[in-house]
């Protein structure tokens, strides 16, 4: 199990844009899926952003064209660049890795990560 840390969270005001980090070893490894989660206070953790080991994203209907997911893999990091953010964005965002390829299904199930991050909070007001 490879430990993540995510940073990067910050009070930002509607319409700001934000970059999130990941430290994630598991890029050094052949096969991988990245995610970023978000929780909102009393709403369910879900799926913001995913990528894998193959160049495959995947990205919430509610963030595409706003959110960006990209690894550095001589870094062993992976980014979320958030633009043109909303107060319903408002939420502590987790970073989550696993040794596989991601899939769709997964924006909705994280079941499979494997490792979790602690969380940083990003809060957007109007």
């Known amino acids: 199990q490879e430990q993540v840390t995510e940073y990067g969270g910050a009070s930002v005001q509607a319409g700001g844009s934000l970059t999130l980090s990941c430290e994630c070893p598991?890029?050094?490894?052949?096969?991988?899926?990245v995610g970023w989660f978000r929780q909102a206070p009393g709403k369910e953790r879900g799926g913001v952003a995913l990528?894998?080991?193959?160049?495959?994203?995947y990205s919430a209907d509610s963030v595409v064209g706003r959110f960006t997911i990209s690894p550095d893999n001589a870094k062993n990091m992976v980014y979320l660049q958030m633009s043109s953010l909303k107060p319903e964005d408002t939420a502590m965002y987790y970073c989550a890795a696993r040794r596989g390829l991601c899939y769709h299904h997964m924006l909705r199930d994280s079941s499979e990560f494997t490792s979790w991050g602690q969380g940083t909070q990003v809060t957007v007001s109007s």
């Open positions: 990528i894998d080991s193959d160049g495959d994203k």
């Open positions: 598991i890029l050094s490894y052949s096969m991988y899926c």
